[in-house]
C-alpha cells in the first residue's frame, strides 16, 4: 500500500471565547472544536466528511490547509510534518492544497476580472512565468471546467456570470497552480439541482485526470454516498464513525450516523422507513459533557435502559466487523 | 370540491431591462385538508405564483390575467382592505428565510402576539398570551420561552416560531417557501414531521414550496412542477415520480441521489433556463431537452391528460397518444 497523502494524527484544535470580562488570573473559556481527531486520506481518493453544523467539519478542513495552526496534534502531507510551517515554507505548501468554498456569489472578489483572478495565483506563486505562458494557462484552466470560450469569458466580471458558472470559475482558480489535494467545502448546495450535477462531474473528471485528492465535506449524506469513497461522520469535534461509503451508509454502526442515514429524503414517494429523529440540537462545544459526547441525544442510549458506561467513560474509535470500518460507541452494532 | 383553483393565473414583473414574463397560464388546484408541492429551479415563478394568492406581491409585479378561487371567491377581485381581513385569517404564509428576519430586540412571544393583534384588533391581552403559550405548545417549544429573544433560539427553533406565527390566526391554507432549505438534515426531518402533523391533526391545507423533490416525494400528495414560468407537469405524487411523463420532469428525477437504488451517477441538465423577457416561441424547455421534435421549436405545447389528475404539456405525448 502506498503511503497516505495526508494523515492526521490526534489533532486539537481549541478556539479562546471571545468577550466577556476577562479577571486577571483566570483562563478564558476555551471551545474544543476538535479533539483526538486521527485519519489518513489515501491519494487519488474521495473522502467525505459529514455531519451537522458546528461540529466542526471546516475547522477541521482548515486546520488540515493550516489556515488554522492546530492546538496540539501532527498533520503530515506527502510524509512531510507541516503541523508548524510557517513562512516560505508554508507559502511553498499552499500550490499543492486548494479549497473551494460553498458561495460563488461570495467567494469570488467583485473588482476582478475572471482573467484576473485565475492570473493572481501564477502571478504569486510563479513570478517567473511570461506574461504569454501566463495567458495561455488561464485559458487552459478555463476551458479544462467548462467555460468556454476561454478568452471571451475572461473578461468578464463575477456579476456577469451564472452561479453554475461562477462555481466552475472557483473551480478553475483552485486547479491552477495544480495542486494534488483540493477541499471542496459544500461545493454545490448554494446551486440549482440541474447544474449540481454538471459540476460534480466536472470534479470528478478532472480528479480522473490529474490524480486529485479531495476532502468533500457536506452536510449531505446522499451527496456524500454519491460521490466518495469513504465517509468520516463527525460528532461534536470528534469521529463517531469512519468507513467505506457502503458501510457507512448501509450498515451504519454508530446510533447518530444510523439516525442520520434514516432521515434522508429519497426521491421516491410512499416508502415506508423507520426514521430515528434526534431531538434538539448539536449541544455547544463550550461544555462538553464527561463520557459520550452524543449521550444527551443518544436514543440507543434510552433503549438500553440508560446504561452508566456511557456516561463515565468516553468511547474509543476502533474497527468493527471490518479493520476500515471503525466507531467509537460502547454499543456498537448494525442495523 | 377544490379549497383552491388558480385558472389561467398570468404575472410580469417590470424590470430595467423589460417587462419579464414570470408566471404564464398556471393552472392548478388545492384539495381542503392536502398538502401541494411546488417544484423547479430558481426563477422559474414557483413563489410568484404562489405570493400572488394572497396578493403579496412585490410593487413592481403586476398579476395581468386569470383567476384565483379560494373558496369559489375570485381573490383577485377583491379590494385591498377585503384581503386584509382573508389574509393571516384565512391565508398565511411561511416566508423563504424569514426565520432570520425576526425582530432581534423583541421577544419570541411578543412577535407572535403582534401578528394576533395585527389581524384581529379587538382580542384581549390576556387572550393573546394564552393563545401565544399554546401556539408555542403546538410547535414543539416550552411555553415558558416565549419571553426569549431571537438570537437565543437555533435555526430550527426560530423556524418553529414562523410556523406558530403563520398559525396564530387559525388559517385555512398555509404557503410555506422552501421551509427547510438551510437547515441541518436533522433539524429538516423534525420541522417537515411538525408541519406534516399539524396539517393532520389542524385540518391544515399546505401548498409547500422546494426545489427539493425528495423533500416534496415525502411530504406531499400531489405536487406540480414550474419550468421557466409555465406549469409542464402535476399530478399525484405517485404518478409524478413513478411515472413522470415530461422530460424535465424525468431529467430533474435523475439529478437526486437515491440511497436505496443503484448507484448510478446523477445527470444534470445542461445550459440554463431562458430569458423571460423574451421567452422563445414555442417550448421553454427546448433548448435543453434530450427528447426535442422539430415542432417544439415553434409551436407551444398544450396541457394534455396523461392519466386522470396527471397533466403534462410536451408534445411528445400527443405524438405518442396517436
Same mark, same amino acid.
Given at each position: 500500500?502506498?503511503?497516505?497523502?495526508?494523515?492526521?494524527?490526534?489533532?486539537?484544535?481549541?478556539?479562546?471565547?471571545?468577550?466577556?470580562?476577562?479577571?486577571?488570573?483566570?483562563?478564558?473559556?476555551?471551545?474544543?472544536?476538535? @479533539?483526538?481527531?486521527?485519519?489518513?486520506?489515501?491519494?487519488?481518493?474521495?473522502?467525505?466528511?459529514?455531519?451537522?453544523?458546528?461540529?466542526?467539519?471546516?475547522?477541521?478542513?482548515?486546520?488540515?490547509?493550516?489556515?488554522?495552526?492546530?492546538?496540539?496534534?501532527?498533520?503530515?502531507?506527502?510524509?512531510?510534518?507541516?503541523?508548524?510551517?510557517?513562512?516560505?515554507?508554508?507559502?511553498?505548501?499552499?500550490?499543492?492544497?486548494?479549497?473551494?468554498?460553498?458561495?460563488?456569489? =461570495?467567494?469570488?472578489?467583485?473588482?476582478?476580472?475572471?482573467?484576473?483572478?485565475?492570473?493572481?495565483?501564477?502571478?504569486?506563486?510563479?513570478? @517567473?512565468?511570461?506574461?504569454?505562458?501566463?495567458?495561455?494557462?488561464?485559458?487552459?484552466?478555463?476551458?479544462?471546467?467548462?467555460?468556454?470560450?476561454?478568452?471571451?469569458?475572461?473578461?468578464?466580471?463575477?456579476?456577469?456570470?451564472?452561479?453554475?458558472?461562477?462555481?466552475?470559475?472557483?473551480?478553475?482558480?483552485?486547479?491552477?497552480? =495544480?495542486?494534488?489535494?483540493?477541499?471542496?467545502?459544500?461545493?454545490?448546495?448554494?446551486?440549482?439541482?440541474?447544474?449540481?450535477?454538471?459540476?460534480?462531474?466536472?470534479?470528478?473528471?478532472?480528479?480522473?485526470?490529474?490524480?486529485?485528492?479531495?476532502?468533500?465535506?457536506?452536510?449531505?449524506?446522499?451527496?456524500?454516498?454519491?460521490?466518495?469513497?469513504?465517509?468520516?461522520?463527525?460528532?461534536?469535534?470528534?469521529?463517531?464513525?469512519?468507513?467505506?461509503?457502503?458501510?457507512?451508509?448501509?450498515?451504519?454502526?454508530?446510533?447518530?450516523?444510523?439516525?442520520?442515514?434514516?432521515?434522508?429524503?429519497?426521491?421516491?414517494?410512499?416508502?415506508?422507513?423507520?426514521?430515528?429523529?434526534? =431531538?434538539?440540537?448539536?449541544?455547544?462545544?463550550?461544555?462538553?459533557?464527561?463520557?459520550?459526547?452524543?449521550?444527551?441525544? !443518544?436514543?440507543?442510549?434510552?433503549?438500553?435502559?440508560?446504561?452508566?458506561? !456511557?456516561?463515565?467513560?468516553?468511547?474509543?474509535?476502533?474497527?468493527?466487523? !471490518?479493520?476500515?470500518?471503525?466507531?467509537?460507541?460502547?454499543?456498537?452494532?448494525?442495523? | 370540491?377544490?379549497?383552491?383553483? #388558480?385558472?389561467?393565473?398570468?404575472?410580469?414583473?417590470?424590470?430595467?431591462?423589460?417587462?419579464?414574463?414570470?408566471?404564464?397560464?398556471?393552472?392548478?388546484?388545492?384539495?381542503?385538508?392536502?398538502?401541494?408541492?411546488?417544484?423547479?429551479?430558481?426563477?422559474?415563478?414557483?413563489?410568484?405564483?404562489?405570493?400572488?394568492?394572497?396578493?403579496?406581491?412585490?410593487?413592481?409585479?403586476?398579476?395581468?390575467?386569470?383567476?384565483?378561487?379560494?373558496?369559489?371567491?375570485?381573490?383577485?377581485?377583491?379590494?385591498?382592505?377585503?384581503? %386584509?381581513?382573508?389574509?393571516?385569517?384565512?391565508?398565511?404564509?411561511?416566508?423563504?428565510?424569514?426565520?432570520?428576519?425576526?425582530?432581534?430586540?423583541?421577544?419570541?412571544?411578543?412577535?407572535?402576539?403582534?401578528?394576533?393583534?395585527?389581524?384581529?384588533?379587538?382580542?384581549?391581552?390576556?387572550?393573546?398570551?394564552?393563545?401565544?403559550? %399554546?401556539?408555542?405548545?403546538?410547535?414543539? #417549544?416550552?411555553?415558558?420561552?416565549?419571553?426569549?429573544?431571537?438570537?437565543?433560539?437555533?435555526?430550527?427553533?426560530?423556524?418553529?416560531?414562523?410556523?406558530?406565527?403563520?398559525?396564530?390566526?387559525?388559517?385555512?391554507?398555509?404557503?410555506?417557501?422552501?421551509?427547510?432549505?438551510?437547515?441541518?438534515?436533522?433539524?429538516?426531518?423534525?420541522?417537515?414531521?411538525?408541519?406534516?402533523?399539524?396539517?393532520?391533526?389542524?385540518?391544515?391545507?399546505?401548498?409547500?414550496?422546494?426545489?427539493?423533490?425528495?423533500?416534496?416525494?415525502?411530504?406531499?400528495?400531489?405536487?406540480?412542477?414550474?419550468?421557466?414560468?409555465?406549469?409542464?407537469?402535476?399530478?399525484?405524487?405517485?404518478?409524478?415520480?413513478?411515472?413522470?411523463?415530461?422530460?424535465?420532469?424525468?431529467?430533474?428525477?435523475?439529478?437526486?441521489?437515491?440511497?436505496?437504488?443503484?448507484?448510478?451517477?446523477?445527470?444534470?441538465?445542461?445550459?440554463?433556463?431562458?430569458?423571460?423577457?423574451?421567452?422563445?416561441?414555442?417550448?421553454?424547455?427546448?433548448?435543453?431537452?434530450?427528447?426535442?421534435?422539430?415542432?417544439?421549436?415553434?409551436?407551444?405545447?398544450?396541457?394534455?391528460?396523461?392519466?386522470?389528475?396527471?397533466?403534462?404539456?410536451?408534445?411528445?405525448?400527443?405524438?405518442?397518444?396517436?
Amino acid at each position: 500500500m502506498n503511503s497516505p497523502l495526508v494523515r492526521v494524527e490526534n489533532l486539537q484544535v481549541m478556539f479562546a471565547m471571545r468577550g466577556g470580562l476577562v479577571l486577571p488570573g483566570k483562563a478564558p473559556k476555551m471551545i474544543h472544536a476538535l @479533539d483526538g481527531i486521527s485519519f489518513d486520506i489515501q491519494r487519488g481518493e474521495i473522502l467525505a466528511m459529514v455531519g451537522e453544523s458546528g461540529c466542526g467539519k471546516t475547522t477541521l478542513a482548515r486546520a488540515i490547509l493550516r489556515l488554522i495552526t492546530p492546538s496540539a496534534g501532527k498533520i503530515f502531507f506527502n510524509q512531510r510534518d507541516i503541523t508548524l510551517l510557517k513562512g516560505t515554507s508554508l507559502r511553498n505548501l499552499r500550490r499543492h492544497m486548494q479549497m473551494i468554498f460553498q458561495d460563488p456569489y =461570495e467567494s469570488l472578489d467583485p473588482r476582478q476580472s475572471i482573467y484576473e483572478l485565475l492570473e493572481e495565483p501564477l502571478l504569486i506563486h510563479y513570478p @517567473d512565468i511570461t506574461q504569454n505562458d501566463r495567458e495561455v494557462q488561464v485559458f487552459k484552466a478555463l476551458e479544462a471546467s467548462g467555460l468556454h470560450p476561454a478568452r471571451e469569458i475572461s473578461a468578464r466580471y463575477p456579476h456577469h456570470l451564472s452561479g453554475g458558472q461562477r462555481q466552475r470559475v472557483a473551480i478553475a482558480a483552485a486547479m491552477i497552480l =495544480e495542486p494534488e489535494f483540493v477541499v471542496t467545502d459544500e461545493p454545490v448546495s448554494m446551486l440549482d439541482v440541474s447544474i449540481r450535477a454538471e459540476i460534480l462531474k466536472l470534479m470528478l473528471d478532472l480528479r480522473d485526470l490529474k490524480n486529485l485528492t479531495y476532502l468533500f465535506i457536506t452536510h449531505d449524506l446522499s451527496l456524500a454516498w454519491m460521490i466518495s469513497d469513504r465517509i468520516i461522520v463527525l460528532y461534536l469535534g470528534k469521529i463517531v464513525e469512519i468507513g467505506s461509503t457502503q458501510d457507512v451508509i448501509h450498515h451504519a454502526l454508530h446510533p447518530y450516523t444510523r439516525a442520520l442515514v434514516s432521515v434522508i429524503p429519497l426521491p421516491q414517494p410512499g416508502i415506508q422507513k423507520q426514521q430515528i429523529i434526534l =431531538e434538539g440540537d448539536t449541544p455547544s462545544p463550550l461544555d462538553i459533557p464527561a463520557g459520550c459526547r452524543f449521550l444527551l441525544r !443518544c436514543w440507543k442510549w434510552r433503549q438500553l435502559n440508560c446504561p452508566a458506561v !456511557c456516561k463515565e467513560k468516553e468511547p474509543i474509535l476502533q474497527a468493527y466487523g !471490518c479493520e476500515s470500518h471503525k466507531v467509537a460507541c460502547h454499543f456498537a452494532e448494525g442495523a | 370540491m377544490a379549497l383552491l383553483e #388558480i385558472i389561467d393565473l398570468a404575472v410580469e414583473f417590470k424590470s430595467r431591462a423589460g417587462t419579464v414574463h414570470a408566471v404564464d397560464g398556471v393552472n392548478l388546484y388545492l384539495e381542503a385538508g392536502k398538502v401541494l408541492g411546488i417544484a423547479g429551479e430558481s426563477g422559474c415563478g414557483k413563489t410568484t405564483t404562489m405570493l400572488s394568492i394572497p396578493r403579496l406581491l412585490p410593487r413592481n409585479a403586476d398579476i395581468i390575467g386569470g383567476k384565483i378561487l379560494f373558496n369559489t371567491e375570485n381573490l383577485l377581485l377583491k379590494s385591498e382592505e377585503d384581503m %386584509e381581513k382573508i389574509r393571516w385569517r384565512q391565508i398565511s404564509v411561511i416566508f423563504q428565510g424569514a426565520m432570520n428576519a425576526l425582530n432581534p430586540v423583541k421577544t419570541i412571544g411578543s412577535q407572535i402576539g403582534e401578528a394576533i393583534f395585527h389581524h384581529e384588533p379587538r382580542v384581549s391581552r390576556a387572550d393573546v398570551s394564552r393563545r401565544t403559550s %399554546e401556539l408555542l405548545d403546538m410547535v414543539g #417549544i416550552a411555553s415558558a420561552r416565549s419571553s426569549s429573544y431571537p438570537h437565543e433560539f437555533s435555526g430550527g427553533m426560530r423556524q418553529r416560531v414562523m410556523i406558530a406565527m403563520a398559525l396564530a390566526c387559525h388559517p385555512q391554507l398555509v404557503i410555506a417557501d422552501e421551509p427547510v432549505t438551510a437547515l441541518d438534515v436533522m433539524v429538516q426531518a423534525q420541522i417537515l414531521n411538525l408541519l406534516k402533523s399539524l396539517c393532520a391533526q389542524l385540518g391544515l391545507s399546505m401548498i409547500l414550496i422546494s426545489h427539493d423533490l425528495s423533500v416534496i416525494a415525502e411530504t406531499c400528495q400531489r405536487a406540480a412542477i414550474m419550468y421557466a414560468g409555465k406549469l409542464v407537469e402535476q399530478g399525484r405524487v405517485e404518478q409524478l415520480f413513478n411515472q413522470p411523463a415530461h422530460p424535465y420532469t424525468q431529467r430533474l428525477l435523475r439529478a437526486f441521489p437515491n440511497i436505496y437504488a443503484a448507484k448510478k451517477f446523477l445527470v444534470g441538465i445542461p445550459g440554463y433556463p431562458p430569458n423571460l423577457v423574451n421567452p422563445p416561441l414555442g417550448c421553454r424547455f427546448f433548448e435543453r431537452c434530450h427528447v426535442r421534435l422539430e415542432q417544439c421549436k415553434t409551436s407551444e405545447p398544450q396541457t394534455i391528460t396523461v392519466e386522470p389528475d396527471h397533466l403534462a404539456a410536451c408534445h411528445l405525448l400527443r405524438e405518442t397518444k396517436q
